[in-house]
């Protein structure tokens, strides 16, 4: 089945300590995008990439860093700069002539301590 | 002015009725606008696209104001079901951005 998956459901980390999220999708997808959901402030754009070997930071990118190495993967890195990395993460995948038609994966449900 | 905005609600609604919301948004490149439904705990799914004159799938309408820069989510004959948090979007510059959504609590 085609789709987008996203793993560890849960991850606990130490504070200080840097934690990649994977995020892969199988729907030929070429762009590609990071968000972060908290309570009550609906989902933030971190990264997002059109084509693999190119991304651009959104709106919170400070504290993250990512990859697009190959066209079906696009993991997270949160580093120890990201001073409250406590979160949910989604990532989704769009087609270039449907970009705003995405397809989300489960979310990644980070708890640092 | 955040690029879009929505009020969270949340929205009690009697099983049965109707209720509608906008969402306004602050950036005139935007380029196609969009709404997702998103159940507690869960990723976002899409709901329907919104087209400039307006479309409906079923109980759900949505509709595009480009004057006033809103889009409008309206829900007929809600059921139990529907009850999720809907979340507005846009696509412009490259990017897909979100509202905060509206929490829909539809009431038995």
């Known amino acids: 089945d085609g789709g987008i998956t996203q793993s560890p459901k849960y991850l606990f980390r130490k504070e200080g300590q840097n934690v990649t999220l994977s995020c892969e999708q199988n729907?030929?997808?070429?762009?590609m995008y990071w968000y972060r959901q908290d309570p009550g402030q609906g989902l933030r754009l971190i990264y997002y990439?059109?084509?693999?070997?190119?991304?651009q930071k959104g709106d919170i990118a400070e504290g993250y860093s990512v990859s697009r190495e190959k066209k079906e993967s696009f993991p997270l890195t949160v580093t120890s700069a990201q001073k409250n990395p406590t979160a949910f993460y989604l990532c989704?995948?769009?087609?270039?002539?449907?970009?705003?038609?995405?397809?989300f994966g489960q979310g990644t449900r980070l708890t640092v301590v | 002015r955040k690029e879009v905005e929505q009020d969270p609600g949340p929205f009690n609604v009697p099983e049965g009725a109707t209720v509608a919301f906008n969402c306004t948004y602050s950036?005139?490149?935007?380029?196609?606008f969009f709404w997702y439904r998103q159940d507690c705990r869960k990723e976002p799914k899409l709901l329907m696209s919104v087209y400039s004159s307006g479309n409906e799938d079923g109980r759900f309408t949505a509709q595009l104001n480009r004057a006033s820069q809103y889009i409008s989510l309206l829900i007929r004959d809600s059921k139990l079901s529907d009850s999720a948090t809907y979340l507005c979007a846009y696509y412009g510059n490259n990017r897909l951005a979100f509202g905060k959504g509206n929490q829909v609590v539809v009431i038995p």
């Open positions: 950036n005139s490149a935007s380029q196609s």
């Open positions: 989704a995948s769009s087609a270039l002539d449907r970009e705003g038609e995405a397809f």
């Open positions: 729907l030929n997808h070429d762009a």
């Open positions: 990439s059109q084509i693999v070997n190119d991304f």
